[in-house]
C-alpha cells in the first residue's frame, strides 16, 4: 500500500537553485522519514521528522511537517549535480512497529 | 547506522524456477523484517511483515504461496519467489527494525531479481 501523493512526480533545475519536494499522506504518523534513491541503487536515509516536530534541518536540506494538513516538504538548498536521484518520504504509522509506508516519489535532474 | 545485508544482489533466473533471497541484520537483532518490491520507476510496495518466530504477515495483493517469508533467527529473514515469471522481475528490498536499534527501521541494498 502506498501512503499518499509526491509532487511533483518529477523536477529540473539548474545547479545552484533550490529544489523543493512536497509529500502528503493519509493516516496519522509517528514519524515521517526522507530517502535519497540513486538509479538502480538501493536507499539512503536523509532525515526523520517526529509528529510532534515541525521543521528540521540537517545540512542542506530543510524538512517541515504540517501534521494539521498531513503534508511535508522537502527542501534542498544549493542544489548540486549530484543531487540528482529519486527522493521518498516515508511515513511511520501511529502504532509502534509498523511497516515504513513510501510515497510515489519525485525524480529530481539537476544540471550543470 | 545499523548494517543490512542482503544477498544476491543480483540474480537471474529462467521463468518457472524458485530463487531465494537472503537479509541479515549484521549488527543488531532484528525482531521484525519488511519485504518491499520496487519496480522501475515506481515506488516501494510493502509486500510482507514479519517477526521471527511467526508467520509472515502479507500486504493484499500479494500471494503469500508465491511469495514464502521465513524468518527463522533474530539475524535472517529470506523471501523464495517461486515459480518465478518475467512479471516477477523486480528490485527487491528487505528492511529489519529491533528494539536495540529503538524500533528504527535500517534498509538493505536490494536485489535485482530478473526472470527470463
Known amino acids: 500500500s502506498q501512503q499518499g501523493e509526491e509532487d511533483p512526480q518529477a523536477l529540473s533545475i539548474q545547479e545552484g537553485e533550490n529544489a523543493t519536494m512536497n509529500c502528503s499522506y493519509k493516516?496519522?504518523?509517528?514519524?515521517l522519514q526522507w530517502y535519497r534513491q540513486n538509479s538502480g541503487r538501493g536507499l539512503v536515509h536523509l532525515i526523520l521528522?517526529?509528529?510532534?516536530?515541525r521543521e528540521k534541518h540537517s545540512g542542506r536540506l530543510r524538512v517541515t511537517l504540517d501534521t494539521s494538513k498531513k503534508s511535508s516538504s522537502l527542501l534542498i538548498t544549493a542544489s548540486r549535480a549530484a543531487d540528482t536521484a529519486s527522493y521518498f518520504c516515508?511515513?511511520?504509522?501511529?502504532?509502534?512497529?509498523?511497516?515504513?509506508?513510501f510515497g510515489k516519489g519525485t525524480t529530481l535532474s539537476v544540471s550543470s | 547506522g545499523a548494517v543490512v545485508s542482503q544477498h544476491p544482489s543480483r540474480v537471474i533466473c529462467k521463468s518457472g524456477t524458485s530463487v531465494k533471497i537472503e537479509c541479515r541484520s549484521l549488527?543488531?537483532?532484528?525482531?521484525?523484517m519488511f519485504w518491499y518490491r520496487q519496480f522501475p520507476k515506481q515506488s516501494l510496495m510493502l509486500m510482507a511483515t514479519?517477526?521471527?518466530?511467526?508467520?509472515?504477515?502479507?500486504e493484499q495483493g500479494v500471494e503469500k504461496d508465491k511469495f514464502l517469508i521465513n524468518h527463522a533467527s533474530l539475524t535472517l529473514s529470506t523471501l523464495t519467489v517461486t515459480s518465478a515469471h518475467p512479471e516477477d522481475s523486480s528490485f527487491y528490498i528487505c528492511?529489519?527494525?529491533?528494539?536495540?536499534?529503538?524500533?528504527?527501521?535500517?534498509f538493505g541494498p536490494g536485489t535485482r531479481l530478473t526472470v527470463t
Open positions: 528492511s529489519a527494525r529491533g528494539i536495540d536499534r529503538a524500533y528504527e527501521q535500517y
Open positions: 493516516t496519522s504518523i509517528n514519524n
Open positions: 521528522i517526529r509528529s510532534n516536530e
Open positions: 516515508a511515513t511511520e504509522g501511529a502504532q509502534a512497529g509498523t511497516a515504513l509506508i
Open positions: 549488527d543488531f537483532q532484528a525482531t521484525t
Open positions: 514479519s517477526n521471527e518466530g511467526s508467520k509472515a504477515t502479507y
